[in-house]
Nanobody, 126 residues
């Protein structure tokens, strides 16, 4: 079982920045060999892929955040981050961290992950 704890959400003005953190705890596959992802769910919309980082450090992003968001990880700290710059009102959502211990390589899909965090809310005002 793996527990994911997210933090770093909040209220920010358009153009501002936030850094989300996700710490992994538990007895799942060693964090350093797990793929990690960030998804978000805006009000009235389905949960959608934002970014992913593989165990080897490859990164993937949805088109709308390329050049603004950066995902990174520190295996020694069992933590993954999402640095979000130049935030826009359309980035407003609850952001979820996800953990794939089976290395499905289905980074963009909700079913590609085994564990999820509780979510952290990001609100971007115009």
């Amino acid at each position: 079982q793996v527990q994911l704890v997210e933090s770093g959400g909040g209220l920010v003005q358009a153009g501002g920045s936030l850094r989300l953190s996700c710490a992994a705890f538990g007895r799942g596959r060693t964090f350093s060999t797990a793929d990690m992802g960030w998804f978000r769910q805006a009000p009235g919309k389905e949960r959608a892929f934002v970014a992913a980082i593989t165990w080897s450090g490859e990164t993937y992003y949805t088109d709308s955040v390329k050049g603004r968001f950066a995902i990174s990880r520190d295996n020694a700290q069992n933590t993954v981050w999402l640095q979000m710059n130049n935030l826009k009102p359309e980035d407003t959502a609850v952001y979820y961290c996800a953990y794939d211990q089976q290395i499905r390589s289905q980074y963009y899909a909700i079913h590609g992950y085994d564990y999820w965090g509780q979510g952290t809310r990001v609100t971007v005002s115009s």
